[in-house]
Every structure is written in C-alpha cells, then in structure tokens.
C-alpha cells in the first residue's frame, strides 16, 4: 500500500496532524492504511510537514519506496529517535488543578502551562492526558519540542515562546 503526496485538490481537509486546514493546492501527504470501517483502503491526510512529526514511520516509508520529496531530516531523524515526539498535541494553560501528569503523577496545578498529549490509535489521535512542561526531558527523551510546536501551530497566540522554551529546558 502506497502512501501519496499530491497537492489538495479542495480546502475542505483537514489535516490529521494539526487539526487545521489543509489549504487548496498546498502538497499534502496521504498515509494509506486498511479501511477500519469496511471494505478497502482508507487516506489520512496531513501537512507534510505534520506527518513529518506525528507519523514518522509513514513519511519514512514513502521514501524508501522512492518518494521524491524535501523533508525536514531533522524532525524526521528527531521524531524517529524520540518515539513519544508524536503525542505531543499541544501546550496549554490547565483549566484545573486536577490532572495528573502522566510522567511524575503529580498533580498540574491550574493555570500553569503543561504540555498536551494525543496518542494514536486506528487512524486518529486520542486526547489522553497531559505532562508538565519540565517532564517533557523524562517522558520523552527529549525537551526540543519548539520546533513540533511551531510546525503544529500548537503554541497559543497569547503565549510567550521564550517562556515556553525556557520551561520546558527547566527540568
Ligand atoms: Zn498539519
Ligand atoms: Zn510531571
């Protein structure tokens, strides 16, 4: 099963990696994977640079069966070293003091920003649960998570970025 790199035909997908728009004639990739719900084959589709980060695997098969695309190497190499790179989601401010953390189990107190995780599972990415941003070292290997971030749109307008950097290289 091949997956497909091609630009989008309409602006009406969106894209599975970042929930946003995939623009008309933007490239957008297409992971090919078994209809879950019934006969055939079904099209995930994301930015590229998107499924560059999320679902590294796909973007590596795409390659190697003669893909003729520019990636970013280094997210790519980057999401591949650090598996748990994909579920990150996106950053936000804790709308309670209730959530664990998945990595320390302490509790997130409200208001402070954490880290938001989605894993994948058949096909979508599943809210589940939440990190603080200085666990973002221990629970997945790494703290450069700017770069996904950024490509995701994942960090809130209002929010300072060198904040957010500096929190989560403060582990
Ligand atoms: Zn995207
Ligand atoms: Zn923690």
């Known amino acids: 099963m ?34 879950l719900y019934g ?45 748990r790179l994909q579920r990150i989601a996106g950053v936000e401010r804790a709308s309670s003091g209730r959530a664990r953390c998945r990595h320390c189990r302490e509790t997130i107190d409200k208001d402070t920003w954490r880290i938001r995780l989605a894993f994948y599972e058949e096909g979508t990415f599943n809210p589940s649960g939440f990190i603080h941003m200085a666990c973002a070292q221990g629970y997945v290997g790494t703290a450069e998570l700017m770069p996904l971030l950024e490509t995701l749109g994942a960090v809130p307008d209002n929010a300072d970025k060198t904040e957010i950097a500096a929190l989560l290289h403060r582990c």
């Open 2 to 35: 091949s997956h497909v790199l091609e630009p989008a035909s309409s602006g009406r997908a969106k894209c599975r990696g970042c929930g946003r728009p995939i623009e008309k004639g933007e490239l957008r990739f297409g992971e090919r994977m078994p209809n």
């Open 39 to 83: 006969e055939g084959d079904m099209t995930l589709w994301f930015h590229l640079a998107c499924a560059t980060w999320r679902r590294p695997e796909a973007v590596t098969e795409f390659l190697e069966e003669g893909g003729d695309v520019e990636v970013d190497r280094s997210a790519l190499q980057a999401a591949t070293e650090h598996h």
